[in-house]
């Protein structure tokens, strides 16, 4: 796997790859640190039963790639790092696997900063920083922003709404068919948002009580058929990212995509023309879920919750001018939003 590692293709120019490994806690588990132009590499750590370490390579390179560009549109000193451990969450995430994980995490000198991820809680956060300072998302308790992920969900319904603007000329969402995949941290945040609004809302998850749940604190209905095909106007992916690629490009019939998942488009080049050439509009998923960084980073920063919120809600005037931009410049949004966040990495080099 290593062999191959400089010329894979997610490569993109990593400054560091690190493989971590403990015999007696099974710890097997990847930190990619993409670039430190602007500030120390932030990113959470997911854990997740990938299918091979292959997965996983490709999982954290794109990810950690992705925290590069989110931090530098949103504005934020830092650069982009991310983390995967290999297996289950529920069945083989142990203290001892986690005290031994913020033991590499801490020999990278605070070069990488971790968070939480798909698989992770706030208490994970906790535990980690009983060993290292450079952890954040750690709870109110311990001196934390806590946990993230409503954040994140209100930066995305803000990037939602900015793509309602640009497509329908009214942000508001009141009586759209919303479409929310994945209701979990983030997802039944989302959900709250977008009921309060007034926007029908339809739920999807592989999770069945869950589904339930929010179902019933939140008026929301569950839907069973095929997310790529549904008859909504927006589609909010909040599982997991490549939800849009050649098997679905063809079957959207939403007006917008707009969510929290992380890397989305399977393919950011193709699937963004594809989307662009069908006339849906996308919301690039590093510019509307970077709430999540941005309460976390308020933790490095030590401001409080009023400007987080200004931060997050800042996101709407982003989404906007991105959206515009990738009209005027007839690139994707994906390019435009890409184009202005590497723009800000390369002045800050310049300046070195
Ligand atoms: P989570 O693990 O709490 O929720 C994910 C949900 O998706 C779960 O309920 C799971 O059952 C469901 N799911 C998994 N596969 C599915 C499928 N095929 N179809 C439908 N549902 C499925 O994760 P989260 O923290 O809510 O994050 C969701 C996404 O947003 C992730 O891609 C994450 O990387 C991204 N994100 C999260 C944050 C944050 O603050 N938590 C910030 C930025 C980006």
Same mark, same amino acid.
């Given at each position: 796997?290593?062999?191959?590692?400089?010329?894979?293709?997610?490569?993109?120019?990593?400054?560091?790859?690190?493989?971590?490994?403990?015999?007696?806690? $099974?710890?097997?588990? %990847? #930190? *990619?640190?993409?670039? =430190?132009?602007?500030? @120390?590499? /932030?990113?959470?750590?997911?854990?997740?039963?990938?299918?091979?370490?292959?997965?996983?390579?490709?999982?954290?390179?794109?990810?950690?790639?992705?925290?590069?560009?989110?931090?530098?549109?949103?504005?934020?000193?830092?650069?982009? $790092?991310?983390?995967? %451990? #290999? *297996?289950?969450?529920? =069945?083989?995430?142990? @203290?001892? /696997?986690?005290?031994?994980?913020?033991?590499?995490?801490?020999?990278?000198?605070?070069?990488?900063?971790?968070?939480?991820?798909?698989?992770?809680?706030?208490?994970?956060?906790?535990?980690?920083?009983?060993?290292?300072?450079?952890?954040?998302?750690?709870?109110?308790?311990?001196?934390?922003?806590?946990?993230?992920? @409503?954040?994140?969900?209100?930066?995305?319904?803000?990037?939602?709404?900015?793509?309602?603007?640009?497509?329908?000329?009214?942000?508001?969402?009141?009586?759209?068919?919303?479409?929310?995949?994945?209701?979990?941290?983030?997802?039944?945040?989302?959900?709250?948002?977008?009921?309060?609004?007034?926007?029908?809302?339809?739920?999807?998850?592989?999770?069945?009580?869950?589904?339930?749940?929010?179902?019933?604190?939140?008026?929301?209905?569950?839907?069973?058929?095929?997310?790529?095909?549904?008859?909504?106007?927006?589609?909010?992916?909040?599982?997991?990212?490549?939800?849009?690629?050649?098997?679905?490009?063809?079957?959207?019939?939403?007006?917008?995509?707009?969510?929290?998942?992380?890397?989305?488009?399977?393919?950011?080049?193709?699937?963004?023309?594809?989307?662009?050439?069908?006339?849906?509009?996308?919301?690039?998923?590093?510019?509307?879920?970077?709430?999540?960084?941005?309460?976390?980073?308020?933790?490095?920063?030590?401001?409080?919750?009023?400007?987080?919120?200004?931060?997050?809600?800042?996101?709407?005037?982003?989404?906007?001018?991105?959206?515009?931009?990738?009209?005027?410049?007839?690139?994707?949004?994906?390019?435009?939003?890409?184009?202005?966040?590497?723009?800000?990495?390369?002045?800050?080099?310049?300046?070195?």
């Amino acid at each position: 796997m290593t062999s191959s590692l400089f010329s894979h293709k997610d490569f993109d120019d990593h400054e560091q790859v690190v493989f971590c490994h403990d015999k007696d806690t $099974g710890l097997k588990a %990847i #930190i *990619g640190v993409h670039n =430190t132009v602007l500030g @120390p590499a /932030l990113g959470g750590t997911r854990m997740w039963s990938y299918a091979s370490e292959t997965e996983a390579l490709t999982d954290v390179l794109r990810l950690s790639r992705g925290m590069t560009y989110k931090s530098a549109i949103t504005g934020l000193n830092l650069g982009g $790092g991310k983390a995967v %451990i #290999i *297996g289950d969450a529920k =069945t083989q995430k142990t @203290p001892e /696997l986690m005290l031994k994980f913020a033991e590499f995490v801490h020999r990278l000198g605070g070069t990488y900063i971790t968070a939480e991820d798909v698989g992770m809680e706030t208490s994970d956060m906790d535990l980690v920083r009983t060993v290292t300072p450079y952890v954040t998302g750690i709870s109110e308790e311990m001196g934390g922003a806590g946990n993230p992920s @409503p954040i994140t969900a209100y930066g995305v319904f803000m990037g939602m709404k900015a793509a309602a603007q640009y497509t329908y000329g009214s942000a508001l969402l009141e009586d759209r068919t919303v479409l929310v995949q994945g209701i979990g941290h983030v997802g039944e945040s989302l959900v709250e948002h977008l009921s309060n609004e007034g926007a029908k809302v339809l739920i999807s998850d592989i999770n069945q009580e869950r589904l339930e749940q929010v179902s019933q604190k939140y008026h929301a209905t569950i839907f069973n058929g095929d997310c790529y095909s549904a008859q909504v106007d927006i589609y909010a992916p909040c599982a997991l990212g490549a939800t849009v690629n050649d098997e679905t490009i063809n079957q959207f019939n939403a007006k917008i995509i707009a969510g929290a998942a992380n890397n989305q488009l399977a393919d950011e080049q193709k699937h963004g023309q594809l989307l662009k050439k069908r006339g849906i509009v996308y919301a690039p998923d590093f510019v509307i879920n970077a709430g999540g960084i941005i309460n976390v980073y308020a933790e490095l920063e030590h401001y409080g919750r009023a400007d987080i919120m200004r931060k997050t809600e800042n996101i709407f005037d982003t989404t906007l001018e991105i959206l515009q931009m990738s009209d005027r410049e007839g690139i994707t949004p994906h390019q435009a939003a890409f184009d202005v966040a590497q723009e800000r990495i390369d002045a800050r080099k310049v300046g070195q």
